[in-house]
């Protein structure tokens, strides 16, 4: 079974900070990753993919994630936080067997709370 | 925004009705997911279409089903609603050769 795991229920971080929001990935084969941003009462938007190639994959509003394969995990990152970034973030992993097609399993989210 | 829509956009019904919730998919994706998402929860994955046809189905009874249609939409349908069903339903598609999948803004129904 391919799965994440999101260890932290929420992160909180000062406008301007670094952040890092942390999913580490249970796969068997080449996992195919994913980082979605979730707003309140709003469905799921597509923030960045990893499938293959460079470990350090650039996405949208500034985010970016690095793949660690030893460490299996998929941290999402953000050089400067904004307070707009506030939001549930989810990791996602691909399946990809008989009986699940292409679903995606996601982690139980992160809630992100960036403060003025 | 996505090009994904859903409606209705909130629903309430008894416990034993049954629900028909639709989803239109983003102009050229041919698949269709639905997912469950219960509050504070990640989504959970239904079951997907691809050419009218289930694609690939999660843990869910045989009450949740669904339909594909020529134009790529499609329906969720769950029959004799229990309360555990409440929750904000997803749909989301996407096209062969794409990995990521574009989420609609979701059904939030409740189960009373």
């Known amino acids: 079974a391919q799965s994440v795991a999101q260890p932290e229920d929420q992160v909180n971080v000062a406008e301007g900070n670094p952040l890092t929001v942390k999913c580490t990935y249970s796969?068997?084969?080449?996992?195919?990753l994913f980082w979605y941003v979730q707003y309140p009462n709003r469905g799921l938007q597509f923030l960045l993919k990893?499938?293959?190639?460079?470990?350090l994959v650039k996405g949208s509003y500034g985010f970016e994630a690095e793949f660690n394969k030893s460490q299996t995990s998929f941290h999402l990152k953000k050089p400067s936080a904004l307070v707009s970034d506030s939001a549930l973030y989810f990791c996602a992993v691909r399946a990809h067997n008989s009986n699940s097609g292409y679903a995606l399993n996601f982690g139980k989210g992160t809630s992100l709370l960036v403060t003025p | 925004e996505t090009g994904v829509t859903q409606s209705p956009t909130h629903l309430i019904k008894t416990r034993g009705q049954q629900v028909t919730l639709r989803c239109s998919s983003q102009?050229?994706?041919?698949?269709v997911s639905w997912y469950q998402q219960a509050l504070g929860q990640g989504p959970q994955f239904i079951f997907q279409?691809?050419?009218?046809?289930?694609?690939g189905r999660g843990n869910f009874p045989p009450r949740f089903s669904g339909l594909q249609f020529p134009n790529y939409s499609s329906e969720l349908n769950v029959n004799a609603l229990e309360l555990d069903d409440s929750a904000l339903y997803l749909c989301a598609s996407s096209s062969v050769g794409f990995y990521e999948q574009y989420f609609g803004p979701g059904t939030r129904l409740t189960v009373t």
């Open positions: 796969v068997s084969g080449n996992p195919y």
């Open positions: 102009s050229g994706h041919n698949t």
């Open positions: 990893y499938i293959t190639g460079d470990n």
């Open positions: 279409y691809y050419r009218e046809e289930e694609n």
